[in-house]
Antibody, heavy 122, light 107 residues
């Protein structure tokens, strides 16, 4: 059974940093693209970051809204996906989900974690 | 970036009724279109991929159609457990983008 469990959310001041974790199990972590998707309160879902699989050298891609501030990485020995968030702004307040792509379809979010809430406020 | 527009942000339908949710892309996405269901307090759930392919375990009353820029999610015989917000998403190109959501309620 595929499982994704996010952690690390909380309250942070504007300009601060936070690192989210996504512990995974039930599949071969290195084989799959992994993504971060966020949802501000009452708003639509927003894709923010991708970590490609081992076959694609674990390369990364970001949305314009977080590029240069957020970094996605993996601990392949523990099958954990991370999102390092720096220079946080009020508009980064959201529930952050990690997602695993479908087998042959990058960008198709087949499995989701339960999400972790990040609140950026003074 | 490809913009995804769901024309109805809210729908109220009778139990047992038929639901049609539309989604329009700002550019052709070659059927790289997914539909997700999100219930309050829960993560989204993938229902349909490739515009028309039902995911395993999704009831057959759900179906998807469309091509080019215009896509539709249909639900026949609405059930109480279908109350949720439905999002379309294109995965043709990054940044992957979602529609604004259609909140479905029972009339």
């Amino acid at each position: 059974e595929v499982k994704l469990v996010e952690s690390g959310g909380g309250l942070v001041q504007p300009g601060g940093s936070l690192r989210l974790s996504c512990a995974t199990s039930g599949f071969t972590f290195s084989d799959f693209y992994m993504e971060w998707v966020r949802q501000p309160p009452g708003k639509r879902l927003e894709w923010i970051a991708a970590s490609r699989n081992k076959a694609n050298d674990y390369t990364t891609e970001y949305s314009a809204s977080v590029k240069g501030r957020f970094i996605v990485s993996r601990d392949t020995s523990q099958s954990i996906l991370y999102l390092q968030m720096n220079a946080l702004r009020a508009e980064d307040t959201a529930i952050y989900y990690c997602a695993r792509d479908a087998v042959y379809d990058p960008g198709l979010f087949a499995y989701w974690g339960q999400g972790t809430l990040v609140t950026v406020s003074a | 970036d490809i913009q995804m527009t769901q024309s109805s942000s809210y729908l109220s339908v009778s139990l047992g009724g038929r639901v049609t949710i539309t989604c329009k892309a700002s550019d052709h996405i070659n059927n790289w279109l997914a539909w997700y269901q999100q219930k309050p307090g829960n993560a989204p759930r993938l229902l349909i991929s490739g515009a028309t392919s039902l995911e395993t375990g999704v009831p057959s009353r759900f179906s998807g159609s469309g091509s080019g820029k215009d896509y539709t999610l249909s639900i026949t015989s609405l059930q109480t457990e279908d109350v949720a917000t439905y999002y379309c998403q294109q995965y043709w190109s990054t940044p992957y983008t979602f529609g604004g959501g259609t909140k479905l309620e029972i009339k």
